[in-house]
């Protein structure tokens, strides 16, 4: 199944409390994309400008993301500034690039129009609409967006619902979208406007798949070192999706092993800054974390 991500390619400088970057690579369609093939090839569609390093676009090749939809533009590439607080939890942008990344005008190649799953990083959802009307007969559509969105164009974030499968949301922004504190009926609120399933991502709380079937919730991995959460959710729907391309298979059941799949490589991304995790670990490491979740979970229920 091919697997499409349109989104951002960026160079973030990130300051945390335990150390600092600059210029690294970043934007959602980055950390999807390192995320995913860890599972399956994916198709990229970005803009970058012409300062962007030749030797990351030659890194992401290898990496077995597709980049001839990204294009090269003239002027600069979309750059991020932020900090962190030190429990991680909340943070500052400090400044904001926009560059190339502010005409993007997502265009897919012929080929990329038959990819059967697709998600849709955080733009613009007027752009998030455009690909769905160049995408010919998908088998499922994720999406992701924030509060800037919800803000600023409801109504075409409403429009945006009827059309995709699963929203990937936060917990401010599910209640945000929704108006409603509580975050299952926050979901329910959200599936009656069109996707059969909300995902919530709650951070280091663990994410909440709601469907048909039921609630099903996958804890965030205990970990003993977390140096930068930029981009953890966009490596979360990476290897939720990717782990769905691999398969073929999209019964409910599938989609938990999905949202486990997902929590595993969010859990590596915050584990270093950038994407440098990624580039270190292999298969055999993301398998055995993904194992590991349960028996975080699992007990004998005679005891009681």
Request: one cysteine or more; glycine letters at 10%; charged letters at 25%.
């Amino acid at each position: 199944m091919r697997l499409l991500v349109v989104g951002s390619i960026a160079l973030d400088s990130v300051e945390t409390p335990f150390g600092s970057t600059i210029d690294a690579l970043g934007g959602s369609a980055t950390f999807f994309g390192y995320a995913a093939t860890f599972f399956h090839p994916v198709l990229a569609v970005g803009v970058i400008g012409d300062d962007f390093p030749s030797e990351e676009l030659e890194r992401m090749a290898e990496r077995g993301i597709d980049l001839a939809g990204v294009e090269r533009a003239t002027g600069d590439s979309f750059r991020w500034k932020g900090r962190y607080s030190y429990d991680l939890q909340n943070r500052e942008t400090l400044d904001t690039q926009l560059g190339v990344f502010a005409d993007f005008n997502p265009k897919l190649p012929d080929e990329y129009r038959e990819a059967k799953l697709v998600f849709l990083g955080n733009i613009d959802p007027q752009l998030q609409l455009r690909v769905l009307d160049q995408v010919e007969q998908p088998d499922l559509v994720a999406c992701d967006t924030m509060n800037f969105w919800i803000d600023g164009q409801p109504d075409t974030l409403m429009q945006l619902l009827k059309r995709i499968d699963v929203l990937m949301v936060n917990d401010a922004e599910a209640r945000q979208l929704s108006g409603d504190w509580n975050i299952y009926r926050a979901a329910r609120w959200i599936r009656e406007r069109g996707p059969k399933m909300v995902i919530i991502k709650q951070g280091e709380y663990g994410a909440v798949l709601v469907d048909d079937t039921g609630i099903f919730y996958v804890p965030a991995f205990p970990l003993e070192e977390v140096y930068d959460p930029t981009g953890a959710g966009d490596a979360f729907a990476g290897g939720f999706m990717g782990h769905l391309a691999r398969s073929g298979d999209l019964s409910p059941a599938n989609f938990r092993r999905a949202m486990v799949f997902g929590a595993t490589t969010g859990s590596f991304a915050v584990e270093r800054f950038s994407i440098q995790r990624f580039l270190e670990v292999g298969v055999g490491e993301i398998t055995a974390r993904a194992r590991s979740f349960g028996d975080l979970v699992r007990f004998d229920i005679d005891g009681f």
